[in-house]
């Protein structure tokens, strides 16, 4: 990967080089480096033969959250005896689940790599018309939802625990007399501001693995049960954050010029699009990244996927100030990322390239680094030139109360004889 990402810089920064364009040359360079379309018919071979253990580790979803729920449990039960020995903060602590889990990390402590994650579609698939979907993803916080043993818990695609609530998913609710023995995990994108879920795929079902099936197959049956919930649409005593599921399209050459087209792609633009998640129809559910999955941003479908498909001009609109090229869009991408420290992913264009998470974040950052900047303009003015730190200077607080004692020294002067004389 590190020679991938130097070719990635080399090419994107010298485009006057042997090859025709630096553009092109990424593309004969990324060849010899791991040609995508060739890991694609690697992937799909390894997954029907069955042979690489890898793309197996989604198979132990449901081991995986039951052991989480078995070590929520035993926390629980030890933070009430610690509580009633006068230790009230034991029930204080995050939700983070220590487990093992075969297929798994052995070391992971929380639903770490358990999402299926996209890489950057910088070559048309040879098959792209024939067996690929597209699927619009809003700006939205990507996350892994658990319904089981009568709540709803979602995490980061870190596998950060972030919050909990009742739905009406099976098992996701204690009103659903069958929750301790129902379990359903999706993969989706959280939109805080319409408090709205939306359904990307499906991990398991009703305590049924999914995650062997092919692209087709998991969304169809996570389109059926879903809409046959009709509670999931609302807000209500059992469900209470609303379930919507992301729409996929077929990549002919109709359906796609169709889609690309349409313009916004969200009703009244609600949420607003991030970016195409490209899948092959025959991928199974595989945590980390896969070839199988391509994402684009809109302005990048002409220069990747082909000039004679109709793209909306609007698309078009969204283009960065001095865009180049993908393959310098991406170099520069990568570049910003690692500039932002380890707490951010280096996969951050695997699906959910923006984040409202991220954004909140960053925002109270700005706050907060402004608020500092005019408290700091603030401290330059005491009289003193002592740094403020919060309270008074001792200093400027000792000739305060100086100044006052002198102030009111002559008054305490003339009223001693009074006084003095009534005593």
């Not at 092109?24 to 379309?37: A, F, M, V």
């Not at 359904?199 to 996570?222: C, I, K």
């Not at 209470?240 to 349409?262: Q, W």
């Amino acid at each position: 990967m590190d020679e991938i990402l130097s070719q990635f810089r080399t090419t994107a920064l010298n485009p006057d080089s042997e090859e025709t364009s630096g553009f092109e040359g990424l593309y004969k360079n990324w060849g010899k480096l791991g040609h995508q379309e060739q890991r694609r018919k690697d992937t799909l071979e390894v997954q029907r033969s069955n042979r690489n253990s890898k793309l197996d580790t989604c198979r132990g979803i449901l081991d995986m959250v039951n052991e989480v729920e078995q070590q929520e449990e035993t926390r629980k039960v030890h933070g009430e005896l610690v509580h009633h020995r006068g230790n009230r903060r034991a029930n204080q602590a995050k939700y983070r689940p220590n487990i093992y889990v075969a297929g798994f990390t052995k070391s992971s402590t929380t639903y770490k790599n358990v999402l299926m994650m996209s890489e950057w579609m910088i070559e048309k698939p040879e098959d792209f018309n024939e067996n690929w979907f597209v699927i619009p993803c809003p700006k939205g916080m990507r996350t892994l939802l658990v319904a089981c043993n009568g709540n709803t818990k979602f995490y980061t695609k870190h596998g950060t625990f972030r919050s909990a609530c009742h739905t009406a998913l099976p098992g996701g609710n204690p009103l659903d007399p069958n929750s301790s023995t129902r379990c359903v995990v999706l993969d989706c994108f959280h939109v805080e501001s319409t408090n709205t879920m939306y359904v990307l795929d499906l991990l398991a079902w009703n305590n049924q693995p999914m995650s062997d099936g092919e692209t087709e197959f998991r969304h169809f049956w996570m389109k059926t049960h879903i809409e046959d919930i009709p509670d999931l649409k609302t807000i209500n005593p059992k469900n209470k954050i609303i379930f919507d599921i992301l729409p996929k399209i077929d990549c002919t050459r109709e359906s796609f010029n169709k889609f690309m087209m349409t313009l916004p792609l969200f009703k009244n633009d609600t949420p607003a699009l991030d970016g195409l998640l490209f899948y092959h129809k025959l991928a199974h559910y595989t945590s980390g990244v896969t070839p199988l999955v391509g994402w684009l941003y809109p302005f990048m479908v002409n220069e990747v996927l082909g000039t004679e498909i109709t793209v909306n001009p609007g698309y078009l609109v969204g283009r960065p100030i001095g865009y180049v090229n993908q393959a310098r869009f991406i170099q520069e991408f990568e570049g910003k990322i690692e500039q932002r420290g380890p707490g951010f992913s280096k996969n951050a264009n695997s699906m959910d390239v923006t984040s409202e998470g991220d954004e909140t974040r960053l925002q109270k950052k700005g706050r907060h680094r402004k608020h500092k900047s005019r408290r700091s303009n603030n401290d330059s003015e005491m009289a003193d030139g002592s740094e403020y730190n919060g309270w008074p200077p001792l200093a400027s607080t000792f000739q305060l109360w100086t100044q006052q004692t002198e102030t009111i020294k002559p008054r305490l002067t003339k009223i001693r004889p009074f006084v003095e004389k009534t005593g």
